[in-house]
């Protein structure tokens, strides 16, 4: 971001404002509570059914009482306290087809519900235990079952208050009791959590912003841990990570302060070769032969050299300017290949150039020549480090059209390419072959290639030294063809 006095500011970065263990904390404690409400619902109607059920017992035990004499007579005492005891309005015992009752109120009230506490199903247990939490209070309901094993049953009508009273009393209970297990296992869970998981978190998270700030620190690489789970993965990647970046942000600087040294030197050069371009054309007004000779090509070189000169200082900028195709012929830029070269005949290596006079394509006649002159001094240069004098050291130039694709083919029976040059080819400062090089001549002639929509590739076809390919899309066989027709016959119009 740039401020009002035009200056780079770093972003801001703080710590986090909502922390993720406070957050971890309170869901834990949400989770646990749901939980003990899942469990809370079913224990409701479980208290129910065994409230009833007891009530149901009691009014058991005194049919015991009841059924042992068929003529006696209970006292109206000892109903009254059965009564009392169940809090039931009535209690009933069922013998076969005839019934005893222990004690019948002068009325019976409206019964809202029938409930058999030995056959019932649990969703309309769970049902029925809300209804008389939420809405009970004056209204009855008949309870009936089984007497243990026997065939006898008993029965008994009762009022919902005491029994609505006993489940907020059991629901208070619960309540308190699942908040205080649900602080305590949520407590637990965090520290478990906070100590496996949050504070690796955290450390990295503080990492992360230290590198941020300081990226070139050696300091604010994290240090690994020895775990072997997710975390201490990514530890181990947040590292490595961190020193790959801290190694490209030194060769970035690196790179940055070589462009601007070349900058300063490619300003001053300029200036050395337009002093040197002037003195060419002087010596093309010289009749010497030998001078006539040579000068074209001093002038074609110095052009090179001058254009070179400044597509380096707009390299910053624009990068490479977009090839200018024209058709071509081919020989002709290897032939000022072959004599840039400069190759030494004592030096043993045979330039062998198999293009015929008449082959053409369409392309950038200056872009061609940089990339056919960086592949063949890097050949140049890996077969003068070969000292055996029986080795044959050549490089080959050939040609070939497939379709509407021109192939050039340079191969040289040098010591080859080193795996390391391999893995970063056409990577500047990376793909280099011998000691001391920078690389820079394959990546340009890749980028050159790739500005024509070619491409070049370092084929694996050679035991013995380096093959690449250059594949340019070129007008079709018949369409030059067609062209060459044409001008061999002027008088024939020429359609576009």
């Given at each position: 971001?740039?401020?009002?006095?035009?200056?780079?500011?770093?972003?801001?970065?703080?710590?986090?404002?909502?922390?993720?263990?406070?957050?971890?904390?309170?869901?834990?404690?949400?989770?646990?509570?749901?939980?003990?409400?899942?469990?809370?619902v079913?224990?409701?109607?479980?208290?129910?059914?065994?409230?009833?059920?007891?009530?149901?017992?009691?009014?058991?035990a005194?049919?015991?009482?009841?059924s042992?004499?068929?003529?006696?007579?209970?006292?109206?005492?000892?109903?009254?306290?059965?009564?009392?005891?169940?809090?039931?309005k009535?209690?009933?015992?069922?013998?076969?087809?005839?019934?005893k009752?222990?004690?019948?109120?002068?009325?019976?009230p409206?019964l809202?519900?029938?409930?058999q506490?030995?056959d019932?199903?649990?969703?309309?247990?769970?049902r029925?235990?809300?209804?008389?939490?939420?809405?009970?209070?004056?209204?009855?309901?008949r309870?009936?079952?089984?007497?243990g094993?026997?065939?006898n049953?008993i029965?008994?009508?009762l009022?919902e208050?005491?029994?609505?009273?006993?489940?907020?009393?059991y629901?208070?209970n619960?309540?308190?009791?699942?908040?205080?297990?649900?602080?305590?296992?949520?407590?637990?869970?965090?520290?478990?959590?906070?100590?496996?998981?949050?504070?690796?978190?955290?450390?990295?998270?503080?990492?992360?912003?230290?590198?941020s700030?300081?990226?070139?620190d050696p300091g604010?690489?994290?240090?690994?841990?020895?775990?072997?789970?997710?975390?201490?993965?990514?530890?181990?990647?947040?590292?490595?990570?961190?020193?790959?970046?801290?190694?490209?942000?030194?060769?970035?600087?690196?790179?940055?302060?070589?462009?601007l040294?070349v900058?300063?030197?490619?300003?001053?050069m300029?200036?050395?070769?337009?002093?040197?371009?002037?003195?060419?054309?002087?010596?093309?007004?010289?009749?010497?032969?030998a001078?006539?000779?040579?000068?074209?090509k001093?002038?074609?070189?110095?052009?090179?050299a001058?254009?070179?000169?400044?597509n380096v200082?707009?390299?910053?900028?624009?990068?490479?300017?977009?090839?200018?195709?024209?058709?071509?012929?081919?020989?002709?830029?290897?032939?000022?290949?072959?004599?840039?070269?400069?190759?030494?005949p004592?030096?043993?290596?045979?330039?062998?150039?198999?293009?015929?006079?008449?082959?053409?394509?369409d392309a950038d006649?200056?872009?061609?020549?940089?990339i056919?002159m960086?592949?063949?001094r890097n050949?140049?240069?890996a077969?003068?480090?070969?000292?055996?004098?029986?080795?044959?050291?050549?490089?080959?130039?050939?040609t070939?059209?497939?379709?509407?694709?021109?192939?050039?083919?340079?191969?040289d029976t040098?010591?080859?390419?080193?795996?390391?040059?391999r893995?970063?080819?056409f990577?500047?400062?990376?793909?280099?072959?011998?000691?001391?090089?920078t690389?820079?001549?394959?990546?340009?002639?890749?980028?050159?290639?790739a500005?024509?929509?070619?491409?070049?590739?370092?084929r694996?076809d050679?035991?013995?030294?380096?093959?690449f390919?250059?594949?340019?899309?070129d007008?079709p066989?018949?369409?030059?063809e067609?062209?060459?027709?044409?001008?061999?016959?002027?008088?024939?119009p020429s359609?576009?």
């Open positions: 971001m740039e401020n009002a006095n035009g200056l780079t500011s770093e972003p801001r970065i703080s710590e986090p404002r909502r922390r993720l263990s406070a957050k971890i904390l309170l869901l834990t404690i949400l989770f646990v509570m749901i939980a003990e409400v899942l469990i809370f079913p224990s409701m109607a479980n208290f129910r059914m065994n409230w009833l059920s007891e009530k149901l017992n009691i009014a058991a005194a049919s015991v009482l009841i042992s004499d068929a003529d006696l007579e209970v006292p109206l005492k000892v109903q009254d306290d059965v009564l009392m005891a169940t809090g039931a009535a209690i009933a015992l069922r013998i076969g087809d005839r019934a009752f222990i004690r019948l109120s002068d009325e019976i409206p809202y519900a029938h409930v506490v030995t019932f199903s649990a969703l309309v247990a769970i029925d235990a809300f209804d008389t939490l939420l809405f009970g209070g004056d209204r009855y309901i309870i009936y079952g089984p007497i094993e026997s065939e049953h029965e008994m009508i009022s208050v005491p029994l609505r009273d006993a489940m907020l009393i629901a208070r619960v309540a308190i009791l699942s908040l205080i297990i649900s602080l305590i296992t949520a407590g637990l869970v965090f520290m478990a959590i906070n100590r496996i998981a949050i504070r690796p978190i955290r450390r990295m998270t503080r990492s992360m912003l230290q590198f700030r300081t990226p070139e604010a690489v994290i240090t690994t841990s020895n775990r072997n789970d997710e975390l201490g993965i990514a530890e181990h990647e947040l590292a490595a990570m961190q020193i790959q970046l801290q190694g490209t942000l030194k060769s970035q600087k690196r790179l940055a302060d070589l462009g040294a900058s300063k030197i490619n300003h001053d300029r200036n050395v070769l337009a002093a040197a371009q002037l003195m060419s054309d002087r010596l093309s007004s010289v009749s010497d032969p001078v006539q000779r040579f000068a074209p001093l002038v074609r070189t110095l052009d090179r001058v254009s070179y000169s400044e200082l707009s390299y910053g900028r624009a990068g490479e300017a977009a090839p200018k195709r024209q058709r071509i012929r081919l020989a002709s830029i290897i032939h000022d290949v072959e004599e840039l070269l400069g190759i030494d004592d030096s043993g290596i045979e330039f062998s150039a198999s293009v015929s006079d008449d082959f053409e394509l006649s200056d872009q061609l020549f940089r056919l960086n592949l063949c050949s140049v240069e077969m003068r480090s070969v000292r055996e004098p029986a080795t044959v050291k050549r490089l080959s130039i050939s070939a059209r497939i379709g509407t694709t021109a192939l050039i083919s340079i191969e040098g010591p080859g390419l080193p795996a390391k040059a893995e970063n080819l990577s500047a400062f990376k793909g280099s072959a011998r000691a001391g090089g690389g820079l001549g394959l990546a340009i002639a890749h980028e050159l290639v500005a024509h929509g070619g491409s070049l590739e370092l694996d050679r035991a013995v030294g380096a093959h390919e250059i594949r340019l899309p007008a066989v018949s369409l030059v067609e062209r060459e027709r044409r001008n061999q016959s002027p008088g024939l359609h576009r």
